[in-house]
């Protein structure tokens, strides 16, 4: 039997297919490489180039697969500008999950896990626990709040059986370090290859829980062997909190640069954000945690070896009132 890993060459799910390869599964990476990288797919996957929007394909792949899991990672996780292309960011990050849900149920899937976000929350729940009830003020974490209350309608309606993750401020090797909207850790080390000022919102003075790719992928992985996951809601992630300052000082000690930051007119969004994970450690025992200086230090020696990247301006904004002016730039 295969597995399914949508987002299959992008950050998290590159490194998702890699644990399954690992575990010894059959693995099948699809991903529409508007975000992810063909390199970043292991030669061992079966890789497909194609959109979870494309309700005709996911029909063939479930039919010609038979996947026996789903580890759903294909989204566009830019929740500021989320915002702004409201219709993109539904018919990817919602319908496209609704048509993997909806053959799921129609073949069999045994489980099917979704990576969702702590955008789920909204403002002021901190720390953010699962036991809260989401109040998101972005489009995105609208969108990944409705899949996760779909998988719940589609267990009590179908019996598909799902585990979803919240995780928060991933970063490490694989990261699109040249989307300028999206992945602070990404845009910081690809501005300092490219001799740019760092570019902050605000004051720098935002928190956040940044954490390393590789003390959240394996885990995600085991869940299928924990009989304990299925059907639940894990926040995982780092418990560390640092301000974006922080972050930024940190990044440019491992560049061997002075810091040289350029502070933008603040936009709209939680200023603070963290979460317990005391849910994931009851069921999966005690997590990795990797100092954020380590984890940098790792992610930055990869970077070093792609080398700066082009940032892609977003052509399709669908409300300009209130976009930040330098994304309007």
Sequence with gaps: MSVLVTGGAGFIGSHIVNDLLEAGEKVVALDDLSGGFRENVNPRATFVEGSITDAALIERLFREHRFAHVFHLAA???????????????ENNLIGSVNLINASVNYEVKCFVFTSSIAVYGPGQLPMKEAMTPTPEDSY?????AVEQ???ASHHMFGL??????????????QNIGDKYRNVVGIFMNQIMQGKPLTVFGDGEQTRAFSYIRD???VMVRA????AAYNQVFNIGADDVFTVNELARTVCEEFGVKPDIRHLEARKEVVHAYSDHSRVREVFGTQPKTPLKEGIRRMAAWAKTVGARQSKKF???????????????
């Design 224 to 227: 299928l062997t924990v009989p």
């Design 315 to 329: 052509d399709n904004i669908e409300v300009r009132k209130n976009l930040p002016k330098s994304w309007a730039e």
């Design 141 to 145: 974490g609208i969108a990944k709040y």
């Design 216 to 218: 959240i992928a394996p």
């Design 150 to 152: 779909e998988l719940k």
């Design 161 to 174: 059986n799902s585990i979803v993750f919240r995780p928060h401020n991933v970063y490490g090797e694989y």
């Design 76 to 90: 566009y996780a830019a929740e500021g500008l989320s915002h702004f292309i409201k219709r993109f960011n539904y």
